[in-house]
């Protein structure tokens, strides 16, 4: 009898502890999930889809930290160090082309081949070094226009510019006629890809920003700078174009639509005499997009789950529920075909419409960024060459030489 | 009952903080600077190749002219006009303390706020330009042209500066016996007299002082370009402490970015060294 009671004790015992044991190593699944500035203001709706996530995958555990963008390269770099980088991050562009080619990352095309084509083919490719994407794209912003209804009317203009040319003639007619600016240059190297010229060729061995083409723009932009259409402080960097529209300094300002609104809180009658409109396209037909992307960690020790998590959180549901929070976008094919990014067609807020319009444009967004690890060096070269051609008068085919030598010795 | 012991007691807290949060790092940095180390992959020793390639490359002797420039345009200003302040305001009369305070106003202003108001003052279409203006002068293209940056970017660190080395020399005028200028007026010393005989030798340790503090400051100047120019235009503004920064947290080059850092400490131990030299002979 008391043998029998024994072995029960026993069994109950075992069977408590192999629970216990199961429901240890189903807990043991906990993934870190670094996001960007998103707290406090989207906190509802990161842990809401926390909460959704675990309640589907009852294993895995998301603890979630929201670093500050400015200092997130560094605490990434901390983290790195201590052998301690997050499961799943959220990485600007740049930074994560860097990461990727140091091997720090997951590699997208092969862990989530499955869900490759439910995004935008263009924006995918902003995870893309040395023929590689190492993230999944998340929330987008594209740059459209907005511009000064008055300040064009007074000009004799009755809307936006839609082509290059048109928009440096516009430019020439506002300078000489209003004293104000229309275009500006401040990103050489996005202005390159929309007339076709990249800084490095597809398969990312060699500078490819020496051709006739470049020259022609070189050459331009040169003229355009004597005439003096481009404003210094803009192209150097020292001053924000957002700032300079809302002084009524520049007619039109390419950004962002979720930027607009500072317009308003600047000058609340200039933002009243704004609208938006589609940004000037290009030969190549294209505008740049920029992308938050969600990587995971080569380190992870659970990069399965950590996949999955990066998969769920970028999905057509959970982005469409995001952009309906704030004026981005989804990477997501099926999100933005949502009728809800159709609400702003005919809205006469330049923020509202803007978004619409963003929406419009991303059958022509693509990362114009090059797909190399040193992009942001590459970056400079490029831009510090034409500052050196409208600043200091050198010759634009010498510094097209120089950049091209520059970059290639960089590959 | 005192031992040596109770000093170190005292001490150790400051000690273990200099030892955890600056000398044990800067050896690992000067290990660093040997190796080719990105965070993210284990550091290879290279021995001294970072040292002979940033000697080779044109940008670090370009980041270390601008520099120099900015120090020798900095550093003369900010070790003799101070002294001149604080001579007018090591006097006393009624309002006297809110004189001292304007003047030292700046400095409790963070260098970001500073940058961003300069930044305003320095616009093709700012205050200057328009002061300028009116009498018939300008405009200057104070932060767009290669020959106007360092100076401009100069200015804003004297106004910044003034104040705080006028205080170091205010304590050193007011640690001066006045019996010393009493028997100088005795012996009919003029103002000017008193202050070249008796203020300036006896204010000689402050000078050195100010000396290697603002020159150690001018050297490691970064925040002023980084948020007034970043580095431009094309690099005319990069300072050596600027291309530190890009090399380490933009190009994660840890041990090249490490490498460069040493090059400066020995720059400026150098100069720190031919300073200290020059004043102790003139004190021989």
Redesign the interface.
């Given at each position: 009898m008391l043998r029998k009671k024994l072995s029960l004790i026993v069994l109950a015992l075992m069977l408590t502890l192999s629970f216990a044991f199961v429901g240890s190593v189903q807990a043991a699944t906990e993934i870190t999930f670094w996001t960007l500035s998103l707290s406090p203001t989207f906190d509802d709706y990161i842990n809401g889809v926390i909460a959704a996530f675990e309640a589907e995958n009852p294993g895995i555990k998301v603890n979630w930290q929201d670093i500050p963008h400015a200092v997130a390269e560094q605490r990434t770099l901390t983290a790195a160090a201590a052998n301690q980088l997050p499961d799943v991050m959220n990485l600007n562009t740049n930074f994560l082309k860097k990461l990727g080619a140091l091997g720090a990352l997951v590699d997208m095309d092969t862990a989530a081949a499955d869900v490759k084509d439910h995004y935008f083919p263009g924006i995918w490719k902003a995870g893309e070094v040395n023929g590689v994407t190492y993230a999944l794209p998340w929330y987008i912003t594209n740059s459209l226009m907005i511009y000064n209804k008055d300040l064009l009317a007074k000009a004799g203009f009755d809307g936006p510019p839609t082509t290059m040319e048109e928009s440096w003639e516009m430019s020439r007619v506002l300078y000489n006629k209003l004293g104000v600016y229309g275009n500006i240059i401040t990103s050489i190297h996005l202005q390159l890809p929309k007339e076709g010229v990249y800084l490095v060729s597809p398969d990312g061995k060699s500078a490819a920003i020496n051709t006739p083409k470049a020259l022609e723009m070189f050459r331009n932009y040169k003229k355009y700078y004597d005439e003096g259409l481009i404003p210094d402080e803009l192209l150097l960097g020292q001053a924000k174009g957002i700032e300079w529209y809302a002084q009524e300094r520049i007619a039109w300002f390419v950004t962002g639509p979720q930027l607009f609104r500072q317009v308003l809180d600047m000058a609340p009658d200039v933002y009243h005499k704004s609208s938006a409109a589609f940004d000037v396209l290009g030969s190549e037909e294209v505008v740049n997009v920029a992308v938050m992307n969600i990587a995971v960690a080569s380190t992870s020790k659970n990069q399965d789950a950590a996949v999955k998590f990066a998969k769920f959180m970028t999905n057509a549901e959970n982005q469409l529920a995001f952009s309906k929070l704030t004026a981005i976008l989804p990477s997501v094919i099926e999100a933005a075909n949502d009728e809800y990014f159709t609400a702003g067609k005919d809205s006469t807020d330049a923020a509202e419409l803007g978004h619409y319009i963003a929406a419009q444009q991303l059958q022509y967004s693509t990362d114009l960024y090059a797909p190399v690890e040193n992009v942001t060096r590459i970056n400079r070269i490029v831009n510090d060459e034409i500052k050196r051609v409208l600043l200091e008068d050198k010759d634009p085919a010498e510094a097209l030489r120089d950049a091209e030598r520059l970059i290639n010795e960089l590959l | 009952m005192y031992r040596p012991s109770h000093a170190w007691l005292f001490m150790a807290p400051a000690l273990i903080i200099m030892l955890a949060f600056s000398i044990i790092p800067s050896f690992m940095a000067l290990g660093l600077s040997f190796t080719d180390y990105?965070?993210?992959?284990k550091a290879q020793w290279v021995g001294l190749d970072n040292y002979r390639t940033i000697l080779r490359t044109g940008e670090f002797w370009n980041v270390l002219r601008n520099t120099l420039s900015y120090w020798l345009l900095v550093t003369p200003v900010l070790v003799t006009v101070p002294v001149f302040v604080a001579a007018l305001v090591n006097r006393e009369m009624p309002g006297i303390k809110f004189y001292r305070l304007l003047f030292y106003f700046p400095v409790l202003v963070s260098v970001v706020i500073t940058a961003l108001i300069w930044?305003w003052m320095f616009?093709?279409?700012g205050i200057l330009n328009y002061l300028l203006g009116l009498i018939g002068l300008g405009p200057v293209?104070w932060?767009?042209?290669?020959t106007t940056v360092l100076p401009s970017l100069a200015l804003v660190t004297i106004w910044q500066g003034l104040g705080y080395y006028m205080l170091f020399y205010l304590a050193g005028m007011q640690s001066i016996s006045l019996d010393v200028y009493e028997a100088a007026e005795l012996d009919g010393a003029t103002n000017w007299k008193k202050h070249i005989y008796i203020t300036f030798p006896l204010l000689r340790p402050v000078i050195f002082f100010t000396t290697v503090i603002s020159t150690m400051a001018a050297l490691k100047e970064f925040t002023l370009m980084m948020t007034?120019?970043?580095g431009?235009?094309?690099?005319a503004s990069k300072t050596v402490v600027y291309l530190v920064f890009e090399e380490a947290?933009?190009?994660?080059e840890m041990g090249y970015a490490s490498a460069i850092s040493f090059l400066l400490f020995a720059v400026i131990l150098v100069l720190t060294i031919i300073n200290k030299t020059t004043l102790d002979k003139e004190q021989e």
């Open positions: - | 990105n965070v993210f992959q930044g616009q093709s279409n293209r932060l767009t042209r290669r007034m120019t970043g431009g235009p094309i690099g947290f933009e190009n994660l």
